[in-house]
């Protein structure tokens, strides 16, 4: 009796943190069913008498969000797994080295998360410049060539040293080189930090709003969060119209979470790989 009610009160913790994050979306989607022009209700409104649909076909008509979506789209296509990419290989191979050199570069890349990244805006609108990716889709996404964010990196240096050194040295026997050890031993094995990191990098380039101010100066080219803000400058009053262009943006990432989740909320979960065996 007592484990079931502590399993009861488990559950009814957990539902009622769920509904204190739920809360928020759900208000967004509710005010971008109302009638445009009305301010947000006074109190809590539930759901609208007359849900207005067609609000989310009327900010595609006011924006082009139609090809916004699709350039933003396109970068994540390409952003996610070249972040995935690089940013596992560099920490499989932190994971591979010496513990002096394994503290060396963990200092150096707990330094580099603390650098703000408005300090590396001219370096990159320059090295943009010079390679010729300026004005183009491909300079948001160069920065998946390594590994988009110090963390990802060290999510994955912190993953990889959870796999027994055994199932290497046990590769290495067999005649496996370190990619083969990476691809076919280590990957397999870190599957939910993958995913994590998966779901982290299409956040970031998913909600970018500084990258194509910068980089990009043809308005076609524009990605989402942008045409959000033009959205914002056509009718910044007109809080149905605002909601819906939120909702549209941010639905996408609440069903990648929803699809990914199983991966990495179970009992060998991120939260584990910071404690060592």
């Known amino acids: 009796m007592i484990s079931r009610l502590r399993l009861g009160t488990r559950h009814l913790v957990g539902m009622a943190v769920a509904a204190l994050f739920i809360l928020p979306l759900y208000w967004v989607l509710v005010t971008s069913l109302r009638q445009p022009g009305l301010p947000p209700p ?5 759901w609208p ?7 989310y076909a009327e900010i595609f008509r006011l924006v082009p969000l139609g090809q916004y979506t699709r350039n933003s789209l396109f970068v994540v296509a390409f952003a996610v797994p070249l972040t995935l990419l690089t940013a596992s290989l560099a920490g499989f191979a932190m994971a591979q080295l010496p513990d002096a050199q394994q503290r060396r570069l963990l200092l150096v890349s707990i330094i580099l998360l603390i650098i703000p990244a408005a300090s590396v ?3 990159r609108f320059q090295l943009l410049r010079w390679i010729g990716l300026l004005d183009s889709l491909w300079a948001l996404i160069v920065p998946a060539l390594s590994g988009s964010n110090p963390l990802f990196v060290l999510l994955f240096f912190w993953a990889f040293r959870q796999v027994p050194p055994e199932l290497y040295e046990a590769a290495r026997l067999d005649g496996a080189s370190a990619v083969t050890a990476w691809w076919r031993v280590g990957l397999p094995l870190v599957v939910p930090t993958s995913m994590a990191v998966a779901v982290l990098t299409f956040v970031m380039y998913w909600s970018d709003f500084v990258s194509p101010v910068l980089y990009l100066h ?33 639905i996408p990432i609440v ?4 699809v990914l989740q199983r991966f990495f909320l179970h009992d060998m979960s991120l939260s584990n790989l910071f404690s060592r065996n």
């Open 49 to 55: 008498q007359a849900p207005h649909w067609s609000n």
């Open 42 to 46: 006074p109190s809590i409104e539930w």
């Open 255 to 258: 069903v990648l979470f929803a």
């Open 218 to 250: 043809e308005p076609l080219d524009y990605t989402l969060p942008v045409g959000l803000q033009i959205l914002n400058q056509v009718g910044s009053t007109n809080w149905p119209l605002l909601m819906a262009g939120a909702a549209f943006m941010t």
């Open 121 to 123: 805006w001219l370096f």
